[in-house]
């Protein structure tokens, strides 16, 4: 076979292979995506939506590092909305709901206009190493790429099994087809499993009554995921974010939900659900379970919250989000017309499960290096993760490392003490996942230091080490940060109602509105807010307990059923598991570091000593 050769070889064109491939190319190495369709680069394949609650935070962690994610929301976005306002800004979470179609052609697009890039339609059928070490990689065209890194990101196209009732058929998403890697994967000594996920049916819009759901519009003027002051560096531009404004046309949302006639036709059906009868036997996502779980874990709820967004501006498809499902056709359309405004809706595309290979992360090192492979790495849903963001994160972070590897450089570790992306890598190399892994803000311990808008001050210095940044955004990041400085000084040498600016802007009461008209013309609101939560926020943090979970013992005594405000599902493996440490405790999967943060407290209000 034909070789050419590559620094970097990515298989898969998915939010995770994209930001990998484009990270090794901005580092500077030859590389190739290879995806089975050109077509279908940056497919969203459930709702076409970036960000929510801690996935707005990694979407602004990758832009932080270059990334192209949340700058290719905030272009492709046709509503806008801020999550979470009720609690404190550290948690805030943007989403944007995105045009489908315009954030694969703008992805597609950027890939193909990227400097060290190529992107290859082919199918991947297995890595080929020497030794113990990558050499290339086997393509069905022919030929072969010669490489000493190759980075997997196959999502769930592993082996994949669609299924509608009991209908089954081959396919990683509806109308695809499968990758056979895995097999590749597993004579390589790597040990796999299989995890399950869903997608629910769309609709045609003109066939919801609008006059029985009510409209969710989005937040004006529309919040941003990316630094979008740094724009004339990206390759693809279109908007002008320079002048300190984002206008953009919104769609509006909808809100509806399920009736008791819902509820009875799905109890009614469980027995042909591949959920119930045995067919599937992959554990799925525990945060987003399909309806026929929420009727049958809360059998008195009367109602499910249903939301109808659009997807896209030329297109009349709608995503009918919270009814995620595997029943037959035939139930699907009684179910769905059974919701409120859905009576006469006319679905155009079933909802569908599909089970899929992954494999274990804790057989990778933080790098996503495979400790069996040198030069091999997995990244996003192989890794037993779920979302679009978490793959991302991923992809970026094997990319980086994998183009490290390439150029001889010495590689930077993302650490939970700096970032989420930090917090996810420790927790599927260290702790693995029995379940689809999804990121929440509970996850990590210094969350009220990992605020959305302050990813560029935790990161871009990384960034700009490792060569992730462009000159065009280290000199914005650094003008930014200039800002930052001189308004704090601003602030501290100014007063409001006879106390310094800086120690009012500490208030929880304190918002812009109470700033002096002459003072905020010294920066964009933006600014002034950045630094009100920084002041806010440091307190807080400088309190922040020193944790002494690595020591404490558990004794076997211990009932966790009687210790408040652990979830139940903690409590269950806390249970199961029986940690005679807190050391032991972290290695669980699923509890997050607010989970042993009360254990611990509560420990130590027992006198039981480290």
């Known amino acids: 076979m034909k070789a050419e050769h590559f620094d970097i070889a990515v298989v898969g064109s998915g939010h995770a292979g994209i930001e990998a491939g484009l990270a090794a190319a901005r580092m500077?190495?030859?590389?190739?995506?290879?995806?089975q369709n050109l077509d279908t680069i940056g497919q969203m394949s459930c709702n076409p939506a970036i960000g929510g609650p801690a996935k707005s935070h990694l979407a602004a962690e990758i832009d932080a590092l270059g990334g192209a994610m949340a700058y290719n929301a905030d272009a492709t976005g046709i509503q806008f909305r801020i999550l979470n306002r009720s609690k404190g800004p550290a948690v805030w979470a943007t989403r944007i709901q995105c045009d489908k179609r315009g954030y694969q052609a703008r992805m597609k697009l950027l890939l193909e206009q990227t400097e060290n890039l190529t992107i290859l339609q082919a199918t991947a059928r297995a890595v080929m190493v020497r030794g113990d070490e990558v050499c290339g990689l086997d393509l069905d065209l022919g030929i072969a790429v010669e490489t000493n890194n190759v980075i997997v990101t196959a999502g769930t196209f592993l082996q994949a099994l669609l299924h509608v009732g009991t209908e089954k058929k081959a396919g990683g998403r509806m109308g695809d087809t499968v990758s056979n890697l895995s097999d590749s994967l597993r004579s390589l000594g790597l040990k796999s499993d299989r995890?399950?996920?869903?997608?629910?049916?769309?609709?045609?819009?003109?066939?919801?009554?609008?006059?029985?759901?009510?409209?969710?519009?989005?937040?004006?003027?529309?919040?941003?995921?990316?630094?979008?002051?740094w724009d004339e560096a990206r390759p693809v531009s279109g908007w002008n974010f320079r002048n300190g404004t984002f206008h953009v046309e919104q769609l509006p949302c909808w809100i509806t939900g399920t009736t008791p006639a819902t509820s009875a036709?799905?109890?009614?059906n469980l027995h042909r659900s591949p959920l119930y009868s045995g067919q599937i036997e992959g554990t799925g996502p525990r945060y987003c379970p399909s309806i026929e779980d929420k009727v049958v874990r809360f059998p008195d709820r009367e109602t499910h919250s249903i939301f109808l967004e659009p997807e896209g501006r030329r297109s009349n498809e709608m995503y009918v989000n919270g009814v995620s499902t595997s029943l037959p056709f035939d139930v699907q359309v009684?179910?769905?017309?059974?919701?409120?405004?859905?009576?006469?809706?006319?679905?155009?595309?079933p909802g569908y499960a599909v089970e899929y290979d992954f494999f274990p992360p804790t057989q990778l090192s933080h790098t996503l290096e495979t400790k069996k492979v040198a030069g091999?790495?997995?990244?996003?849903?192989?890794?037993?993760?779920?979302?679009?963001?978490?793959?991302?994160?991923?992809?970026?972070?094997?990319g980086t490392h994998g183009a490290c590897r390439a150029l001889n450089k010495n590689s930077i570790s993302f650490s939970s003490s700096n970032s989420y992306i930090g917090v996810m890598i420790e927790d599927l190399t260290s702790r693995g996942t029995d379940e689809p892994y999804r990121m929440f803000t509970s996850r990590a311990l210094n969350r009220l230091q990992f605020r959305q808008d302050n990813a560029d001050e935790r990161l871009t210095p990384l960034g700009i080490e490792l060569g992730l940044i462009s000159k065009a955004q280290n000199l914005a990041y650094q003008n930014r940060s200039a800002d930052l400085r001189n308004l704090r000084d601003f602030a501290e040498s100014v007063?409001?109602?006879?106390?310094?600016?800086?120690?009012?802007m500490r208030s929880p009461e304190f918002n812009l509105s109470s700033i002096p008209h002459e003072y905020l013309r010294k920066a964009h609101s933006s600014r002034w807010e950045r630094l009100m939560f920084d002041l806010r926020y440091e307190g807080y943090?400088?309190?922040?307990?020193?944790?002494?979970?690595?020591?404490?013992?558990?004794?076997?005594?211990?009932?966790?059923?009687?210790?408040?405000?652990?979830?139940?599902?903690?409590?269950?493996?806390?249970?199961?598991?029986?940690?005679?440490s807190m050391a032991q405790a972290r290695r669980i999967p699923g509890l997050t570091e607010a989970d042993l943060s009360i254990l611990d407290i509560w420990l130590a209000k027992r006198s039981f000593t480290p």
Do not use: H, M, W
């Open 495 to 504: 007063s409001v109602a006879g106390k310094p600016l800086t120690k009012a």
């Open 334 to 349: 009684e179910f769905i017309r059974s919701i409120r405004g859905l009576e006469s809706a006319e679905i155009i595309r």
């Open 195 to 229: 995890f399950k996920t869903g997608t629910p049916c769309r609709i045609n819009a003109r066939s919801v009554d609008y006059s029985l759901v009510e409209e969710q519009p989005g937040l004006e003027p529309a919040p941003r995921l990316s630094d979008a002051e």
């Open 541 to 580: 943090v400088a309190r922040q307990r020193t944790s002494s979970l690595g020591n404490r013992a558990i004794p076997d005594s211990v009932d966790f059923s009687a210790i408040p405000s652990l979830r139940a599902e903690t409590r269950q493996k806390l249970s199961r598991f029986r940690p005679p």
């Open 265 to 268: 036709v799905i109890r009614q």
């Open 28 to 35: 500077g190495c030859k590389t190739v995506i290879v995806t």
């Open 376 to 398: 091999l790495y997995l990244a996003g849903q192989v890794n037993g993760t779920s979302g679009y963001e978490e793959a991302a994160a991923q992809g970026l972070v094997a």
